[in-house]
């Protein structure tokens, strides 16, 4: 490859391994976004983080010592980089859309309550098929009118153990994480630990 740079060419060479390597991180780049950017499968990426902390450890060791292998470890960190961003992108746009359907139901919800003075028994009373929900926020969702109080929450999209419940009171939605509750682990995104509890409705 050549590179020129005031009239002057500036040159570096990738050997076959160096190819070899990227290739391979390529493909296993683009398996683990075809794998973790699936519906609730988010969370396996703290599954990875002390494999890569220590990976990206040694990569900062092969950039500085090592030059004639630089360019090659840089773009293999580009392309690790890269699919991290995609698997977050993904698991945003999963959430979003999640959250549009359950803010519409929660809506629902409401507006029965306020007209009837009661909350309806079932989401069918509302129209809403089972089949129909289950399609845009999974299978594992839950409604429920007990004692005149509706209950309703569904799974969070980029894990398959904790759940965004709505309050109904305080028009809110509470992020309920099974591994908090279990004291070992945090498994909510920087931004929702910055708002302990509960988001408001958008």
Excluded at 7 to 23: E, P
Aim: charged residues 25%.
């Amino acid at each position: 490859m050549t590179f020129k740079l005031n009239d002057s060419s500036v040159r570096f060479h990738l050997s076959r391994d160096s190819k070899k390597r990227i290739y391979t991180s390529t493909l296993f780049a683009v398996i683990l976004v075809l794998t973790l950017g699936q519906r609730h499968a988010g969370f396996l990426v703290f599954v990875l983080v002390l494999p890569f902390t220590a990976w990206f450890t040694y990569s900062a060791y092969v950039i500085v010592r090592r030059p004639y292998a630089r360019w090659a470890q840089l773009i293999r960190i580009f392309i690790w980089v890269v699919a991290f961003v995609m698997v977050a992108d993904i698991h945003y746009i999963w959430h979003k859309a999640a959250r549009v359907d359950a803010d519409q139901i929660a809506l629902a919800v409401s507006e029965y309550s306020e007209v009837y003075g009661r909350c309806p028994q079932s989401l069918e009373t509302l129209g809403i098929k089972r089949e129909q929900l289950a399609e845009r926020l999974g299978e594992n969702f839950g409604y429920s009118c007990i004692q005149g109080k509706p209950k309703f929450f569904y799974v969070a999209t980029f894990t398959i153990f904790d759940t965004f419940a709505y309050d109904f009171d305080e028009g809110t939605w509470e992020y309920e994480s099974w591994a908090e509750k279990k004291k070992f682990l945090d498994t909510r995104p920087p931004g929702l630990r910055e708002t302990p509890g509960k988001q408001r409705r958008s």
